[in-house]
């Protein structure tokens, strides 16, 4: 009991303390440097998904150097030889890199995507039969909020060999009959394309003309800009209003027929 209150009354421990507080105080600041730093330029809007991904990886690395950091420190404070500790552990490093091949790869595939710029917080991506947005990411893995569920999918790293990044085009063909002239139903498109840019989260709408004589119907294509995330619920307002407006307007909305001729 002498020995362990001895010890706490020890210039080592006493070191020690300081340098694990230093490290701790080091962290705390440079976390709400980093936060100060992202609201500033959120209220701007000048934060995108990548840079949200660089700086939850920075403050992430900083963490584990000062945690590294504080340990030598100790560590040399206490007598330990580090030079040969970090031999042995060069040793242990190797086995354990063997027993932790998948995490590397997770980690090394990581790394990958963060400098190739595959993608970043924010962005809608495909990935095999999930599209989704990336809500968060390092460099073990990726995490997508699935567009059509809801559900949250987590994906290894090292299972993203090739992930598609949506744009924010999206076209619709608007199909008419052949009985509507193109002077009178074309005009009547471009009209209709200006007031689907006024639906909600539409970018911009534009009549892009006629795309392709079918069988039972002429068809006109539109060119919409909005974001991936909302894609499927501007596709379903743009539809309705296109409804609305071709029964307002006395047009018909062709749909397959068969002419049937008896001797």
């Known amino acids: 009991m002498e020995r362990i209150l001895a010890y706490f009354g020890s210039y080592k421990f006493i070191f020690s303390l300081c340098t694990v507080a230093a490290a701790l105080v080091c962290w705390l600041l440079l ?4 936060h100060r730093f992202t609201e500033k330029i959120t ?6 998904g990548r840079r949200q991904t660089y700086l939850a990886l920075t403050l992430n690395f900083a963490r584990g150097l000062l945690a590294l950091l504080a340990l030598i420190l100790v560590l040399q404070i206490h007598g330990v ?8 552990l060069g040793i242990i ?3 354990v890199g063997l027993a932790l091949q998948d995490m590397l790869k997770d980690v090394i595939m990581g790394m990958n995507i963060l400098t190739g710029e595959y993608f970043a917080v924010g962005d809608v991506v495909k990935y095999g039969e999930v599209t989704g947005e990336v809500v968060q990411f390092s460099l073990r893995a990726t995490k997508l909020r699935e567009l059509a569920t809801g559900n949250l999918v987590t994906v290894s790293n090292r299972n993203i060999f090739q992930v598609s990044q949506l744009s924010n085009e999206l076209y619709l063909t608007v199909s008419t009959s052949y009985d509507d002239g193109p002077d009178a139903i074309e005009p009547f498109l471009q009209q209709l394309a200006r007031e689907i840019a006024q639906l909600p989260d539409v970018e911009s709408c534009t009549f892009l003309g006629l795309s392709k004589l079918g069988d039972w119907s002429v ?3 539109l060119g919409l800009r909005a974001k991936p995330a909302v894609q499927n619920t501007v596709r379903r307002r743009a ?3 296109i409804r609305r407006r071709f029964l307002e307007s006395g047009f018909t909305i062709p749909y397959p027929q068969m002419d049937v001729h008896t001797d």
Not at 43 to 48: P, V
Not at 81 to 88: D, Q, T
Request: glycine share 14%.
């Open 31 to 34: 976390r709400h440097l980093i």
């Open 219 to 221: 068809d006109y294509l």
């Open 239 to 241: 539809l309705g209003h």
């Open 81 to 88: 030889n580090v030079s040969s500790l970090v031999a042995g």
């Open 43 to 48: 209220s701007t809007g000048a934060l995108s």
């Open 93 to 95: 490093g190797a086995i």
